[in-house]
């Protein structure tokens, strides 16, 4: 049995790249996705995550057991208080943890969602304000625990 690992989801590779065999991202379902170190929700710093449009899909195939995700959610502070987004995790297909609307400038919300026994997992993010699309969505801390 592997040894338990987190993997941060700003350090996954993509899956044309990766040996399948730790969470990858799935390049052909999923939208663009900036992997970047100390990103700022709210205020507040955060060491490493990745930055999504307002409206966005990102599909992981997780490749190997895993059992939790988790993240810190929210509107990036570089958006300067723009943007209103809704957070979405599903695991193959089913809904696992939907959030709030949360605005610019907004406190980043926490996410902690069991995983066990799910094949894919996928972030999503929703645009709540059709005249201010300009935001961009943080999955801040953002890692997956196998093992």
Known sequence: MPAPAAYPVAALKYG??????????????????????????????????????????VTIDLNRRCSTYDAMVGVDDMTMGYGAIRFSVFGDGALLWRSPVIRGGDAAVPVHVGITGRKTLRLVTESVDDFDATGFGDWAASRIGCG
């Open 16 to 57: 044309l790249m990766g040996d399948h065999t730790a969470p990858e991202v799935r390049l052909s379902d999923s939208s663009a996705l900036w992997q970047r170190d100390n990103l700022s929700i709210g205020g507040v710093r955060y060491g490493h995550g990745v930055s999504v449009p307002e409206t966005s899909s």
